[in-house]
């Protein structure tokens, strides 16, 4: 795992990013260091190439139909532990950033996302694919109300000034200054009490933590 | 039930159009048809004349005091009817909006406002006549947080572009044209999969709706 | 308590204006005066001064830490007052308002800042005092997703115009004209019936409320 100073860079890959079983594992891996380093610290998460994330692996899913709902479950729990994480997190979005990929960005304090490319996209309602009751808490979470509303029942594409002025991401930044500018964010945030902050965060969203740990 | 190619036109009336049971049978007839309506849909709520709708029929209240309590679960019965109806639901509000009236209005996933005249308006404060735990519910998961205030506890009237500034609207449109505007709204998110925009949109609001169904 | 034609000015004082058990006492006399009056009123609460408040009496808590829960849940049981309080409520906050001083600010029915000079902050990231659970609700039952978030997960320092911008104040003023601003938006909703509007607060903030009755 990359370093920037105290700012720890979570690579996501450079193809559509989606989650395989062993890049949720490789995730958690990398969580796991960010969260046993002592010291101040702070995260972000980044990709290269067209793709932030492209969301659930429905190639591998096709192929394990039976184990849908353990897959499932092991998204949720991801997007849990990013969105109550105890440490800064920002996502840098340098590209498509769709569905449980959109969620994942979502799931952390701050977004940063490409001002001229990239789509942030729910496409659930146009895929007949309902969110579950943990992920649609999320999302409502963390997005003002009919910008939730909007997002989830019309599959709309938000490029990244429209995503900015609905507050999806906090700003948008030029072709290849996405994870610059998301590391300038994280860096002065990096000092912030570790455990303190991971308390507040899961006081916050104790609710949508339980949602998406209990499935749906 | 007038259509505009796949989308249904209701029709609330050209006088006060408040909720007389009977009109709320008419409604629950017309929801009924499009919810049977095997295909692309999708509805647009609108009226004529100077009113979209002023809310509760006070006048009938008077008459039938002993009914408050089931007359007002009907009513709360279709504001949940409409919040989670599986297909898209534009308000086409083309006058004035008060009371039950603005909450119809709000179930809807969508409004346009007419620009130059009319309000919004939740008059409940004024009258002595507090939101019941339900209709406190559908407002506060429509609006954000301060808008929500403002409108509950003072009764603010809101024209069109007000309305618009607050996101209590999402467009609006010149004398004339607010059912244009809502139809042109609704029409390319007809072919959105029915039943699983209802079940996104029942999990999205589930506590509203329980809320709204309780009675209170 | 001063009042200016039908609203009461509750004076939190002239130094850092914490909430020293005494001034709790002082305040909850003050509200108990503002209920039991029976006519048109309003109330306002504001400082003269560097501060608004600094909330919690953290040298009195150094010298009583056996009575930090019993401390804690009176502020919160205050908290929770101003919220559901049945009359109209305006903060003048015409200098520093930091932690649960914020925290009742944002309790009042709007707030008005002064423009050049002090901030809204809530430290206690940086305190690594994490936000008891009634408070944590308050904060987001009161300001927009991604503000709450960012005020509560990074301490940061709003001045009036940013506090502006993010929606935690409803307007900014010129310095000396804080007050005048908070009674003049304060004044035309002190004839909204009082009971009525203590039973629309109430149930907007039940859970909240809740939340901050329960302790944490």
New interface residues.
Partial sequence: MQRDGDVFILDLGADENRFHPDRLAAINASLDEVEAFDGPKALVTSATGKFFSNGLDTDWLGEHPDQWQTYVADVEALLARVLVFPA?TVAAVQGHNFGAGAMLALAH??RIMRADRGYFCLP???L??????GM?ALV???????T???A????RRYGGADAAAA?IV?AVADEGKVLAAAVELARP?AG??A???G???S??Y?EVVRALRDG?
Same sequence: chains 1, 2, 3.
């Fill in positions: 800064p304090d701050f659930e309602v146009d007949g694919l309902p969110f579950t009751a649609a409502q979470g963390r997005l003002e109300k009919q939730a509303h909007e989830m029942t019309t599959g507050r906090d945030l912030k009490p455990e303190t902050l308390t507040i965060k006081r916050m104790a749906a």
